[in-house]
């Protein structure tokens, strides 16, 4: 179409016109070519912008709910009701049961039978023992360092 244009006069174009107006045409088409390849890149990161946007809101979502599971965490269980002093009851029978006290008997005698668990106990129960004989000293010691700090 404008190969076969004319001047505003209505001569047909020199070659050196010729020459410009196909120069002028490449150039624009090349121009038009990278602003349509600029486009589809920008559709492209747009898209990859939007896939990632979703990952992180999916993300958000599961921290969201790890926080209220882990963090505001209640226990299963039912509510106290009529029925409550019945279950505390049940449970009772079944901690003391024959069977739970016979198989707590059979650990003692393990835990006494063994050189390595005796030490351990024996250690403990020394630890204990300082630690109730030496409370009254500790409080002592604190109410004198607190009339001493003032």
């Given at each position: ?13 020199t070659a050196e016109q010729r020459r410009i107006?196909?120069a002028q045409l490449k150039t624009q088409r ?34 969201k709910d790890a926080t209220h599971r882990y ?80």
């Amino acid at each position: 179409m404008l190969r076969k244009a004319h001047q505003p006069d209505g001569q047909p174009f020199t070659a050196e016109q010729r020459r410009i107006l196909d120069a002028q045409l490449k150039t624009q088409r090349e121009l038009l070519n990278s602003l349509i390849s600029g486009c589809d890149t920008l559709i492209l990161e747009i898209t990859k912008l939007k896939v990632a946007n979703t990952q992180l809101q999916d993300a958000l979502t599961d921290v969201k709910d790890a926080t209220h599971r882990y963090l505001f965490w209640m226990a299963d269980i039912s509510p106290i009701g009529l029925s409550y002093p019945v279950e505390v009851a049940r449970d009772l029978s079944r901690l003391l049961s024959f069977y739970t006290l016979s198989q707590l008997g059979k650990a003692l005698a393990m835990m006494v039978t063994s050189r390595e668990t005796v030490l351990l106990m024996v250690g403990a129960l020394l630890l204990v023992g300082f630690s109730i004989r030496t409370r009254r000293h500790f409080n002592t010691f604190r109410v004198r360092r607190a009339k001493w700090a003032r």
